[in-house]
T-cell receptor
Framework: SQTIHQWPATLVQPVGSPLSLECTVEGTSNPNLYWYRQAAGRGLQLLFYSVGIGQISSEVPQNLSASRPQDRQFILSSKKLLLSDSGFYLC???????????FGDGTRLSIL | KNEVEQSPQNLTAQEGEFITINCSYSVGISALHWLQQHPGGGIVSLFMLSSGKKKHGRLIATINIQEKHSSLHITASHPRDSAVYICAYISNFGNEKLTFGTGTRLTIIP
């Protein structure tokens, strides 16, 4: 069966520090991968999606970036975090567009 | 104005009550998702539908494409159903991203 792992579960970082959140999927190959953010009191927002290794589409311009170095690995990064980067970050995968998406447990990121 | 409107925003009900959560959108879509987010933040996909009705256990989802409206129903509600329920659509404009509603917070009281 397919599983998705996302870590860490919680993270507290100072403003200006770098960020790396990792997401891995097991039990499937060539999945679509997604990074979402949920700011406090707001709905989910798609940040990045990827349909294959090295292929990243950005939905929202910001100081975050994403990479897909391996088929089932999706990384969200920042060189310098801003206060506005605080939120709940979710990774998800699907077998394709118009297929159900399966979510990780999320990372709660607090910027101080 | 949000592209996806959910109602109600908050709903408190007694255990056993029949629950209805509504979702309206304004664009042509290829599919609509219903998601459940638990207090810890984890999200579970409940349904993906593009027409008609789907049922899974005590959960039923319906969609009316012409009226651009979907409903999620919970029969014989239970405290463990307490969660935020989110609808999201994929438009048929060629952009495959999900657009999310802000969710309905459901609390079931024993």
């Amino acid at each position: 069966s397919q599983t998705i792992h996302q870590w860490p579960a919680t993270l507290v970082q100072p403003v200006g520090s770098p960020l790396s959140l990792e997401c891995t999927v097991e039990g499937t190959s060539n999945p679509n991968l997604y990074w979402y953010r949920q700011a406090a009191g707001r709905g989910l927002q798609l940040l990045f999606y990827s349909v294959g290794i090295g292929q990243i589409s950005s939905e929202v311009p910001q100081n975050l970036s994403a990479s897909r170095p391996q088929d089932r690995q999706f990384i969200l990064s920042s060189k310098k975090l801003l206060l506005s980067d605080s939120g709940f970050y979710l990774c998800a995968w699907s077998k394709g567009f118009n297929q159900p998406q399966h979510f990780g447990d999320g990372t709660r990121l607090s910027i101080l | 104005k949000n592209e996806v409107e959910q109602s109600p925003q908050n709903l408190t009900a007694q255990e056993g009550e029949f629950i209805t959560i509504n979702c309206s959108y304004s664009v042509g879509i290829s599919a609509l998702h219903w998601l459940q987010q638990h207090p810890g933040g984890g999200i579970v996909s409940l349904f993906m539908l593009s027409s008609g009705k789907k049922k899974h256990g005590r959960l039923i989802a319906t969609i009316n494409i012409q009226e651009k409206h979907s409903s999620l129903h919970i029969t014989a509600s239970h405290p463990r159903d307490s969660a935020v329920y989110i609808c999201a659509y994929i438009s048929n404009f060629g952009n495959e991203k999900l657009t999310f509603g802000t969710g309905t917070r459901l609390t079931i009281i024993p």
